[in-house]
């Protein structure tokens, strides 16, 4: 019997990129993003500018993701969107828009949670990529978030553990901003250290009981770092500039390994599979690999398009949302904070 194939046009607009996907079922047709370089000069994202370019942005990809995907806006079976987290502006110009795209077609709208979609990434059918079987753990690093996740089912998450101050991100781009790299400057943290000895200069790793983690007293830590040896040698950053960042790196690297050795002790799960911008970073890749062997692991690891901020992830929630039928009408909100 030929089944109807379901076609979910996806949109992100958490932050600062504004993208849209076409998944057919669990596939993806396509996914676009356009990114805001505007941002770079002030050293971080300014919302009011960040919802003006989603403004500019989201009909032109809408637009592209619908031309590479191969179908028209008729075919479609529902619209996904990011409901929250993340600014209460960017997400309104996307939830405003797939409003009025889904009550201009009379097709579903299916809301998305912006952490979900990071974990359920894992389930877009990809050649070469495995998935993750119930139960399975999830760290999801964003620069907005750290949680470590129970995941019983596509709808049946548990938050073990989460960061009780700053996020991983937030300690990768501040620490970054201290040693005068442009913003995002996690990247660049992570370039440099491929180049450096992570023994070289040593961090106290923040004691916090439980699956709980805390970045700010670590950030506070290599600011008075940085401040003591360059008042002693004003080319202290230029002289060890690769080593601060492998330094830094391998202690973030511990602190989110030494909570999943935890999680995995407490909970008896050994399977992990990471999500969000930073799960991009390849010293936490390189460490989760050996992990495996080194401790029994399973990990899952997704594709770099599928780290950062991207409609695929809101496509493949939205698509096992529509097949619960876990639809909003027009009156359904947007939230800067949202739980699953």
């Not at 991983?168 to 781009?173: L, N, P, Q, R």
């Not at 970045?215 to 600011?223: A, E, M, R």
Request: charged share 15%.
């Amino acid at each position: 019997m030929f089944t109807k194939p379901t076609y979910i046009l996806a949109i992100e607009s958490s932050c600062d990129d504004t993208s849209a996907a076409v998944l057919q079922d669990n596939k993806v047709l396509s996914n676009v993003v356009a990114q805001q370089q505007i941002h770079q000069q002030y050293g971080g994202v300014v919302p009011e500018l960040a919802s003006r370019a989603h403004q500019q942005n989201i009909v032109p990809v809408v637009d592209v993701a619908l031309q590479k995907a191969g179908i028209s806006k008729q075919d479609l079976s529902a619209i996904a969107f990011t409901q929250g987290p993340g600014l209460m502006g960017s997400l309104l110009v996307g939830s405003s828009f797939a409003k009025s795209m889904a009550m201009a077609l009379q097709i579903p709208l299916v809301p998305v949670n912006h952490m979900h979609a990071h974990i359920l990434c894992h389930f877009i059918d990809e050649k070469d990529f495995d998935k993750p079987t119930f139960p399975f753990l999830a760290l999801t690093i964003s620069g907005g978030h750290t949680q470590i996740v129970q995941v019983n089912s596509f709808f049946d998450l548990q938050i073990l553990g989460q960061t009780t101050d700053d996020a991983v991100g937030e300690a990768f781009d501040k620490s970054a901003k201290i040693l005068g790299f442009d913003y995002p400057g996690g990247p660049l943290i992570d370039k440099w250290a491929k180049q450096g000895n992570p023994k070289a200069f040593s961090f106290t790793k923040p004691k916090v009981n439980g699956l709980d983690f805390s970045f700010s007293g670590l950030k506070t830590q290599i600011l008075y770092f940085i401040q003591n040896n360059t008042a002693s040698n004003p080319n202290f950053i230029e002289q060890n500039r690769a080593d601060i960042c492998a330094s830094i790196q391998h202690t973030i690297v511990e602190i989110l390994l030494d909570k999943l050795k935890l999680a995995v002790k407490q909970t008896g799960i050994n399977q992990i599979a990471i999500g969000g911008g930073v799960s991009a970073n390849s010293g936490i890749r390189e460490a989760l690999t050996k992990a495996q062997s080194k401790y029994n692991w399973k990990v899952y690891i997704p594709k770099f398009e599928y780290t950062t901020d991207n409609a695929a992830m809101i496509g493949i929630v939205g698509y096992y949302r529509f097949q619960e039928s876990l639809f909003a009408d027009a009156s359904v909100v947007s939230k800067a904070r949202i739980e699953f």
